[in-house]
C-alpha cells in the first residue's frame, strides 16, 4: 500500500510514524497522541480525508497541519488543508513538504 511506502520513507528519514488505514482508526490515534503532522488520502473508508480535516479543526488540537493527498487536488476545500499533494507524487515533494 502506498501509506506503508510513505511511513517507511518519512521513518528512514527520523520521523516518528502512525498509521491508519481507514478514518475512524486514524481519528482515534490522532485523539491518543501529539502530532507535528497529519498525513490523509482524501478518499477512504468510513470517515474520508475532508471528514479527518474537520474533526481536526473541531478538536482541541486545531491548529494541526494537515496534508492531504488526492488525485483531483483542484477539487479541494479551501482552507482545509496546509497543502494538498496531487497523486501520483513524488516522494521527494512529500519529504519536503512534511518540513515546510
Avoid: C
Wanted: proline share 6%; charged share 20%.
Amino acid at each position: 500500500m502506498i501509506s506503508d511506502l510513505i511511513s517507511d520513507i518519512l521513518t528512514q528519514s527520523g520521523y516518528n510514524v502512525k498509521t491508519a488505514s481507514e478514518g475512524r482508526t486514524a481519528l482515534q490515534i490522532f485523539e491518543e497522541n501529539e502530532f507535528d503532522l497529519v498525513i490523509t488520502d482524501v478518499f477512504m473508508p468510513g470517515i474520508d480525508g475532508f471528514g479527518v480535516a474537520r474533526h481536526i479543526r473541531n478538536s482541541n488540537k486545531p491548529e494541526t497541519p494537515i496534508i492531504a493527498r488526492s488525485g483531483t487536488p483542484w477539487d479541494m476545500e479551501k482552507g482545509a488543508f496546509a497543502f494538498v499533494i496531487p497523486k501520483p507524487f513524488n516522494l521527494k515533494i512529500l519529504l519536503h513538504t512534511s518540513t515546510m
